[in-house]
Structures are given as C-alpha cells and as structure tokens.
C-alpha cells in the first residue's frame, strides 16, 4: 500500500503538465471547424432517416 501513491504522483504531473498550450488550441479550433461541417451533413441523414 506505500508503494501506491508512488506510482499515481507521475501521472499527475504528467496529467497537470501541459507543455504546447498552443497545440491544444488548434486541435479545438480544427473541432470547431470539422462539427460545423458536419453538423449540416448529420441534420441532413437524421431528417432523411426520420
């Protein structure tokens, strides 16, 4: 049971760490822009479907 805490701290830091804050930003923008092609292509199926 001590040698537990060891092993969680790691992930933590490696959680908490965020080195290219830039990087996620551009991963939600390309989101962003990847749903609101979709969204009219999905409303499109879903009002053929029903």
Known sequence: ?????EH???LQLR???RPHPEEEGEVLHLLISLAV?????????VSILY
Do not use: A, H, N
């Open 15 to 17: 959680g908490t760490k």
């Open 37 to 45: 092609i979709l969204w009219p292509l999905l409303s499109r199926c």
């Open 8 to 10: 969680i701290m790691p």
């Open 1 to 5: 049971m001590d040698k537990q805490p």
